[in-house]
């Protein structure tokens, strides 16, 4: 699979979750800013939630700019991810409903939590890799007489 059909997947993957959340979002029944106000911890979750939506969607799309070729763990990451991230629209309601009470809270935490630990780990196998995959360019060039410093 090439990253560019990596990166179309989970950008459609990414499309769907801020619309399932913006359609939890109801429309107010009444003409008076008053009754705006029982949305208001439902809004304010799908905005928390939006951005971190939009943190990891930019975060992914840098991650995916460096990558050179998508291995089969890449891909397994990828939909780990995409799977802590497809939770966000049933936390988010859930917190957002119950006016951000403990135990829905707590769980959209974890599921925060669990999506950045995968972030996380994700980002730390990619600088192995690449690290690895330069001292790799360097062993080459010093086997083939090369000088191991970089021109510019």
């Known amino acids: 699979m090439t990253k560019n059909r990596l990166e179309a997947f989970s950008d459609g993957v990414l499309a769907i979750i801020i619309t399932i959340m913006v359609l939890e979002l109801k429309v107010p029944h ?38 050179t070729k998508v291995s089969a763990g890449i891909l397994w990451a990828n939909l780990h991810l995409l799977f802590w991230l497809s939770l966000f629209p049933i936390t988010t309601g859930w917190m957002g409903q119950n006016s951000f009470r403990p135990m829905p809270t707590a769980v959209y935490g974890l599921v925060l939590l669990m999506a950045a630990m995968l972030g996380v780990i994700a980002a730390a196998i990619g600088s192995l890799v690449a690290v690895a995959r330069r001292e790799q360019a360097e062993l080459t060039s010093v086997r083939s007489g090369e000088s191991p410093c970089r021109k510019r």
């Open 30 to 67: 009444g003409d008076e800013l008053s009754t705006l106000r029982p949305l208001i911890p439902v809004f304010l979750s799908y905005v928390l939630s939006f951005l971190y939506v939009g943190i990891y969607w930019n975060n992914h799309h840098h991650l995916l700019h460096s990558t």
